[in-house]
């Protein structure tokens, strides 16, 4: 276990928070102290800490890896924020991204062209863990001149297919 000022404050807030708990339980400064003592780290590990994951969203970043992105197609969402910031992909021409990449996994409607646009593939990146997180990650590769021009990174609303039959 890496020992962080993070861990140290959080670790005597709950310390602090415990010992104010357990003091209105007995007035036993040395037996309260003690208590909070030995709980802390019970109750950081298993109450707090756990409970801060599933709110938070935090991820880890990873390099872009051509054999990841078509093995993995749920944890692409890892790698796409260095990919952009990176421009790795920025003037590869489309033959090569159906290599990296794999085939687009759908198109992007035009309106102009009432029909979909060809310059525009889009991937999906999998869903970012969290707990209150109801949308999915995507991406819109935008070529021109037949090369990657620009990289999109936006987010759809998370819709279930229904099984109903009518």
């Known amino acids: 276990m890496i020992i962080t000022p993070f861990l140290v404050i959080f670790m ?29 780290p019970f109750v950081y590990f298993y109450l707090f800490y756990p409970f801060v994951n599933i709110v938070s969203n935090y ?11 078509i093995e993995k197609p749920a944890l692409r969402y890892e790698m796409i924020d260095y ?29 102009s062209l009432k029909n979909h646009d060809n310059n525009k593939w889009n991937y999906a990146l999998g869903i970012e863990p969290g707990a209150f997180n109801g949308e999915k990650e ?26 109903e039959e009518e």
């Open 12 to 40: 005597l807030v709950v310390f602090i928070l415990l010992f104010l708990f357990l003091n209105t339980v007995d007035k036993r400064k040395w037996l309260t102290g003690l208590i909070s003592l030995i709980l802390t």
């Open 59 to 69: 991820h880890h970043q990873k390099y872009f890896d051509s054999e990841a992105w």
């Open 83 to 111: 990919t952009i910031e990176s421009d790795t992909l920025i003037g590869i021409p489309k033959e090569k991204i159906t290599s990296l990449l794999g085939k687009y996994e759908w198109l992007t409607w035009s309106d």
């Open 138 to 163: 995507c991406v819109e590769v935008i070529f021109k001149n037949d090369k990657v021009k620009e990289l999109r990174h936006y987010q759809e609303e998370i819709t279930y297919e229904s099984n």
